[in-house]
Structures are given as C-alpha cells and as structure tokens.
C-alpha cells in the first residue's frame, strides 16, 4: 500500500491550493478515503473523507464550505480542493484508505502547505 501526496505549498490567506494524492495496492475504488493534516507537536486531525463511490462526504466543522474533497477512481486519485486559506490550515496533509475503522496501510510522506502572509 503506498501513497503518494502533492499540490502543498506556500500560499497568503484568502489563498488556494488543490491537494492530490495517488494510492496504490489496494482497491482503491472499493475504499472510503480520508484526509488528514498535522501540524508541528499536534497529532494528526482529521479533515475530510470521501466514500468509495464519492456520494457521501463528510468535513471536519474547521473546513466545512472551504474544502472540498473529489475522487477518481479510474486514476486511483483523490483530491482536496482548499480555499479561503488562513493560517490554522497550515500543517502536512496526508490521505489514506479507510475500512470498517481501520486505516489501510501506513502513512505517506504528506504534502505540506504554510499559508502565512
């Protein structure tokens, strides 16, 4: 199992950025996928998920009518759509699969954003 984040980076408030993330090694297309961010000294929190067909999605109250989670399955992607930026949105944001409460796999590398003036 392996993903594999990108699309962080450094953005000003009010800013956006589109996170993506490629899995590999699983059904990817059967699977709930969520996202994730931490932030230095924090453990990691949740903030969006997607369910495997993309009709049900769910956010965190932080983000709600700010991120926006999408999926295609024939790429094995999924991706966050971030707008609005403000600072407390800045951390490394990672995917992965979910099923039956447990995550599937190990955790990848992340993607960071920083969204500072």
């Known amino acids: 199992v392996q993903y594999t984040e990108s699309g962080g980076g450094l953005v000003q408030p009010g800013g956006s950025l589109r996170l993506s993330c490629v899995a590999s090694g699983f059904d990817f297309s059967s699977e709930e996928m969520r996202w994730y961010r931490q932030y230095q000294g924090s453990e990691r929190a949740f903030v969006a998920l997607?369910?495997?067909?993309?009709?049900?999605?769910n956010y965190d109250n932080s983000v709600k009518g700010r991120f926006t989670a999408s999926r295609d399955n024939a790429k094995n992607t999924v991706y966050l759509q971030m707008n609005n930026l403000q600072p407390d949105d800045t951390g490394v944001y990672y995917c992965i699969g979910y099923y039956r409460g447990i995550f599937r796999g190990s955790w990848g590398q992340g993607t960071p954003v920083t969204v500072s003036s």
């Open positions: 997607i369910s495997s067909g993309g009709g049900f999605i």
